[in-house]
Nanobody, 119 residues
């Protein structure tokens, strides 16, 4: 099992910045992908950004150039630096780890942290 604990959400004005953090513990494999998803009211959960254990990153078009995903030195932490925030970024943000073991993919989720962008 893998446990994920997120922090860093909150209320911010448009144009502001927030940094989300996620710490993973438990049965973390050396090869995995850590990601941030978000879900706004009435909408499906969507991928915001992900980063592999090798350091490759991927971003949703809506956040490119504004958000940066990174992993900590311990490799079991992931951060999401969010700049130039817009009201449409308002959502619950979820940390995710996915890893493959014996040809089966396992997904683990954090409890979510609310990000609200409003004046």
């Amino acid at each position: 099992q893998v446990q994920l604990v997120e922090s860093g959400g909150g209320l911010v004005q448009p144009g502001g910045s927030l940094r989300l953090s996620c710490a993973a513990s438990g049965s973390i494999l050396s090869r995995n992908t850590m990601a941030w998803y978000r879900q706004a009211p009435g909408r499906q959960r969507e991928l915001v950004a992900d980063v592999t254990s090798a350091g490759s990153t991927n971003y949703a078009d809506s956040v490119k150039g504004r958000f940066t995903i990174s992993r900590g030195n311990a490799k079991n932490t992931v951060y999401l630096q969010m700049n130039s925030l817009k009201p449409e970024d308002t959502a619950v943000y979820y940390c995710n780890v996915n890893q493959v073991h014996l040809l089966r993919r396992y997904d683990y989720w954090g409890q979510g942290t609310q990000v609200t962008v409003s004046s």
